[in-house]
């Protein structure tokens, strides 16, 4: 019985290799940062870095993501973090969303919950490794970004409006 189960698993290990899905590879970016956000050559090197894998229209996969189903794993974990952060779509969102996000860019920073610490366990993916400086490089980076989005535009624009919950029936 146990041979069998072993047999069965190793049959499926084998059969997902051959299942593709679609990589978070070359699609241009739309509505950059850098269009609209001062970014600075040190600031940008440490997002490419450290976020643009997850957070970015151009993902750079290490040899691994070739073995399922760590890849289907690995692409689904990008793909949520683009749905919550993509850097090459960012100037696309409404304003709010944008000061929005620089207020968690520089929370997420600081509380060291990004990047993640899968991405940087074992020593991968090294150029991660956000060090204490680095960090509050990117945390300066994004209240100066917030402070010039307070002193341009009103005040309400700034302000992620909250939802009603649905109607109940």
């Known amino acids: 019985m146990l041979r069998k189960t072993g047999l069965v698993i190793l049959v499926v290990l084998v059969a997902i290799q051959f299942i593709p899905y679609e990589k978070n590879e070359g699609k241009p970016a739309g509505h950059p940062i850098s269009g609209s956000y001062d970014l600075p050559e ?99 980076w994004a209240n100066a970004q917030m402070a010039h989005l307070k002193a341009t535009y009103p005040a309400d624009s700034l302000v992620m409006k909250r939802r009603s919950p649905p109607a109940v029936q």
């Open 42 to 140: 040190n600031v940008n090197n440490l997002l490419i870095n450290a976020c643009y894998n997850c957070h970015s229209n151009t993902s750079e996969y290490p040899w691994y993501a070739s073995v399922e189903p760590i890849g289907y794993w690995l692409n689904s974990h990008i793909q949520d973090g683009k749905r919550d952060l993509n850097f090459d779509e960012f100037t696309n969102r409404p304003l709010a969303w944008q000061n929005h996000k620089m207020e968690e860019i520089a929370e997420l920073v600081e509380s060291k919950e990004m990047p993640l610490e899968s991405y940087t366990y074992l020593g991968l993916h090294p150029e991660a490794n956000l060090s204490d400086t680095d960090r509050q490089v990117i945390i300066d």
